[in-house]
């Protein structure tokens, strides 16, 4: 799957991401990737809910992977942070 197939939460509305999504699959992808970390996993689990169940129910949940990813510790620090990852590959 290449990168561009991929859309990255932020903290933008959750409609946003949706709609990236439908139009990364109506534009040929087969495969989307959601991708998040930290507090914007519960935003990423909110927007492929909504592309499957309102919009394209054809769509379906090849695979959850979840992990960590550490943060270099910020300046006047030591301590590095630990941030919880979540991406979501949704094939049709």
Partial sequence: ??????VLIGRKPVMNYVLACITLFHSGAKEVSVKARG???SRAVDVVEIVRRRFLPDVKVESIDIGT????PAE????ATNVSTIE?????
């Fill in 88 to 92: 979501i590959t949704l094939t049709r």
């Fill in 39 to 41: 507090r914007a996993i």
């Fill in 76 to 79: 006047g620090s030591n301590t």
């Fill in 69 to 72: 990813e550490q943060l270099q």
């Fill in 1 to 6: 799957m290449s990168e561009n197939n991929s």
